[in-house]
């Protein structure tokens, strides 16, 4: 993303006791890994060992993916039980 591009919170999926931010296009989401459990893409994706200096957000790593910002916020919302 240029850095012109502010990232946002998502303000349907930010868990305050989340470890692991997850951000699609400029929106981020804090979550659980144990999403991992109900998903193979996010079980390979948090078993991928991190880069030296990778991108934290509120002592999270952050995980960026290649999916639009809309399908990454109703998948978590169907992870979580919320429609």
Not at 1 to 29: C, H
Request: net charge negative.
């Amino acid at each position: 993303l240029p850095s012109s591009i502010q990232t946002l919170k998502s303000p349907d999926v930010w868990m305050e006791d989340g470890n692991v931010v997850l951000q699609a296009e400029n929106i981020q989401f804090k979550v659980h890994c144990q999403y991992s459990q109900h998903s193979p893409v996010l079980r390979d994706m948090f078993s991928m060992p991190q880069p030296d200096g990778e991108s934290m957000v509120e002592n999270c790593p952050v995980v960026e993916l290649q999916d639009s910002a809309v399908d990454v916020k109703y998948l978590l919302l169907a992870l979580c039980g919320k429609r």
